[in-house]
C-alpha cells in the first residue's frame, strides 16, 4: 500500500488561493486505507476550505467526490464531465494518482493536498510501517520476508551490525531489528542454512539507475 | 464566537446509554430551543468521527458537545476515549483555518450523579450562558 499524509492546511489554502471552484478528488484505494486521501477524508478537508472561506468571506465553492482509484483511466473518466466545470482539482491522491489525473486533463490545474510517503503495510489501526523499497530486486526470499534495506537502518544484507538491544534497533529504540527478526524466524522455519549465503551490494540500477521506470507486459495490452 | 448565550446554536452528540429515556427526556428541550439546538444519539460516543464535528460545525452550529459517560464506565469499554482522541484531532484541523478549537467540547459525564440529557444540556448551556454574560 501507498501511504500519505494530508499537507498543512496553510499549504493547501496557498496552492488553492487564486481560484474560486474547487474539486477535491479522493482515492479509494491506498490513501483511504492509511485515512489520509478517501472518501472520509475528502469531507474533513473540504468542509474544513469551505468554513476557511466563509470565515475570511470570501466565495467558494468546494466540491467533493472519491473515485475508486485516481492511477488507472477508467476510473479516472469519472471525471471528465466534471473537470471542465472548476478552476482546480485538489487531489488527495497519492502522487502517482495526481499525475495521472494530470495526464487525462493536461488544460486543468491539478494540485496535491498530500505528501505521498512510503509503501507499507496496517499494522495495526492508526500505525502504517514502511517495509518496502520498491527496489525492483526483491530479495524478501532469503531474509524470511523481512526486507534488510527497508526495515535494518543501515540496510545491511549480511548480517546485522551488532548494536542491537533488547531485540531493538540501535537507531530507534521503539523499532524491532531487522535481523533479529529474520534470524528468529529463519530458525522457526528451519532455514538457517539461508545466513550462509553472502549477498553482494544491491543492484540500484534496477530501482533508479535509468529514470522513471516502467513495466511492459505484451500480453496485457490491447 | 460573537454571539451572546441565548443566540448560539449548539450541536449535541451524546452516548444513548448515558440516559435510556434520551427520545422523551430531550423532547421538550427540543421544542423549547427549536433549530437552536440539535441532538445526534449515538450508540457509543465511540462513534462519533471527526467528519460528524466539522460537519455540524460546517451546518451552522456555534457549539459542539460530545458527552460521554465517566472514564473506566464505557458500557463497550473503552468508546469514550476513542471519542476523546477523534474530538483532539477535529480541534486541531479546525485550529489550523483559526477556528478556537473550543468550539468543539468533550463533556465527560460524572460518575456520582446521574443526568438525563436535557438536565445535562441544560446545565451546559447555562454555563455557557454565564460565560457569555461575563
Known amino acids: 500500500m501507498i501511504t ?92 502517482a494518482g495526481v499525475q495521472a489525473v494530470a495526464e487525462v486533463f493536461p488544460n486543468i490545474n491539478i494540485v496535491p493536498a498530500l505528501n505521498t510517503t512510503f509503501l507499507g503495510e496496517t499494522k495495526e489501526a492508526g500505525l502504517w510501517l514502511e517495509n518496502c523499497r520498491g527496489c525492483g530486486d526483491c530479495k524478501l526470499g532469503f531474509f524470511a520476508a523481512v526486507c534488510p534495506i527497508t526495515r535494518c537502518a543501515k540496510g545491511l544484507f549480511n548480517g546485522p551490525c551488532g548494536g542491537s538491544r533488547t531485540d531493538c534497533c540501535e537507531v530507534d529504540s521503539e523499532v524491532p531489528c531487522a535481523w533479529q527478526l529474520i534470524v528468529s524466524r529463519l530458525e522457526a522455519t528451519g532455514r538457517l542454512d539461508l545466513l550462509r549465503k553472502v549477498h553482494p ?22 | 464566537m460573537d454571539k451572546k448565550g441565548s443566540d448560539v446554536t449548539v450541536s449535541v452528540f451524546f452516548c444513548r446509554q448515558l440516559d435510556p429515556n434520551q427520545d422523551v427526556t430531550r423532547r421538550a428541550l ?49 468508546g469514550n476515549i476513542r471519542a476523546k482522541k477523534r474530538i483532539a484531532y477535529a480541534q486541531s484541523l479546525i485550529e489550523e483555518i483559526g477556528i478556537e478549537r473550543g468550539r468543539l467540547e468533550l463533556v465527560v459525564t460524572s460518575a456520582g450523579k446521574r443526568l438525563t440529557i436535557d438536565e445535562l444540556t441544560r446545565e451546559l448551556l447555562g454555563r455557557d450562558d454565564k460565560g457569555a454574560k461575563a
Request: aromatic share 6%; proline share 4%; glycine share 10%.
Open chain 2, 30 to 78: 427540543e421544542k423549547e430551543l427549536g433549530k437552536r439546538i440539535r441532538f445526534f444519539p449515538l450508540p457509543c460516543s465511540g462513534r462519533i468521527d471527526a467528519l460528524h464535528l466539522l460537519r455540524a460545525l460546517e451546518a451552522g452550529a456555534d457549539k459542539v458537545y460530545v458527552v460521554t459517560c465517566p472514564e473506566g464506565a464505557c458500557h463497550y469499554r473503552e
Open chain 1, 4 to 95: 500519505g499524509e494530508r499537507k498543512p492546511i496553510s499549504e493547501i489554502k496557498e496552492m488553492i488561493a487564486p481560484y474560486r471552484k474547487v474539486l477535491v478528488v479522493g482515492c479509494g484505494s491506498c490513501v483511504a486505507e492509511c485515512a489520509a486521501g478517501g472518501e472520509k477524508e475528502v469531507g474533513l478537508l473540504s468542509s474544513a476550505l469551505r468554513m476557511d472561506a466563509k470565515a475570511a468571506g470570501q466565495e467558494r465553492e468546494v466540491r467533493e467526490m472519491t473515485l475508486d482509484r485516481q492511477c488507472v483511466y477508467e476510473f479516472i473518466d469519472q471525471l471528465t464531465d466534471v473537470v471542465g466545470q472548476y478552476d482546480i482539482v485538489l487531489s488527495l491522491a497519492c502522487g
Open chain 1, 201 to 222: 551490494p544491491a543492484d540500484w540500477s534496477k530501482q533508479q539507475g535509468r529514470g522513471p521506470r516502467k513495466i511492459i507486459r505484451e500480453d496485457q495490452r490491447t
